[in-house]
């Protein structure tokens, strides 16, 4: 069954610093997003993706983050200068491209960042 | 602008017991409404959802929501719970002018032999 694929499964970075967030969406889909969770609070969005930009995104999604399809395949989330509250699970999502808001997403396992 | 509340961070049943969970959403426009679980150390999965045909929905795993506009909730049953229902249970919705989801702080189910 095709999923959703996240790397690393757990990062941990010195505060200040850059990190990169990994997703291999579906192969067929077409959209495709970040989310976050912060421990003990809910899943949130961040941004979305088609047609190679940014279709939407969330007051979150500051000049500190962004987003890039290097390939045909990977979908990254690029966290600048990182703080001690970027730490979360993140999580990829992608849909297929019917851009209906009644698409199923599908989910990666997500990746924990602990910023210290 | 759209929100969600799920009522109880935690609930526990008993197995073979009735499982309710409950989610209240608002929305300016008609929504879309899901339901999703996520078990440990794994990814968010679709269970069902609701997108203006039937108001009675039916799921993976036994489970089932019924969206009653007048109350605005989506509340999430199952007859009769069994171990491998526990797991974090997450409502969420949309709308034709917000695709990403927008989602309730979840409730974990805690289920006891």
């Known amino acids: 069954e095709p999923e959703v694929t996240q790397t690393p499964s757990h990062q941990v970075t010195q505060m200040g610093q850059e990190v990169i967030l990994r997703c291999v969406p579906i192969?067929?889909?077409?959209?495709f997003y970040w989310y976050r969770q912060i421990l003990g609070q809910k899943v949130e969005f961040l941004v979305s993706?088609?047609?190679?930009?940014?279709?939407?995104k969330s007051e979150i999604f500051d000049d500190q983050f962004s987003v890039e399809r290097p390939d045909g395949s990977n979908f990254t989330l690029k966290i600048r200068s990182t703080k001690l509250e970027d730490s979360a699970m993140y999580f990829c999502?992608?849909?297929?491209?019917?851009?209906?808001?009644?698409?199923?997403?599908?989910f990666g396992q997500g990746t924990r960042l602990t910023v210290v | 602008a759209q929100s969600v509340t799920q009522l109880g961070s935690h609930v526990s049943v008993s197995e073979g017991a009735l499982v309710l969970l409950r989610c209240n959403y608002s929305?300016?426009?008609?929504?879309?409404l899901f339901w999703y679980v996520q078990y440990p150390n794994q990814g968010l999965q679709l269970l069902l959802k609701?997108?203006?045909?039937?108001?009675l929905v039916k799921g993976i795993n036994g489970f089932e929501a019924e969206f009653k506009k007048s109350e605005t909730s989506f509340h999430l049953t199952k007859p009769s719970a069994h171990m491998s229902d526990a797991a974090e249970y997450f409502c969420?919705?949309?709308?034709?002018?917000?695709?990403?989801?927008?989602f309730g702080s979840g409730t974990r189910l805690q289920v006891q032999p």
């Open positions: 192969s067929n889909h077409l959209y």
């Open positions: 969420a919705v949309s709308n034709t002018g917000r695709r990403a989801l927008t």
């Open positions: 929305s300016s426009v008609p929504p879309y």
């Open positions: 993706f088609y047609n190679n930009e940014i279709s939407e």
């Open positions: 609701y997108t203006s045909a039937a108001t």
């Open positions: 999502a992608s849909t297929t491209g019917t851009g209906r808001a009644d698409t199923e997403a599908f």
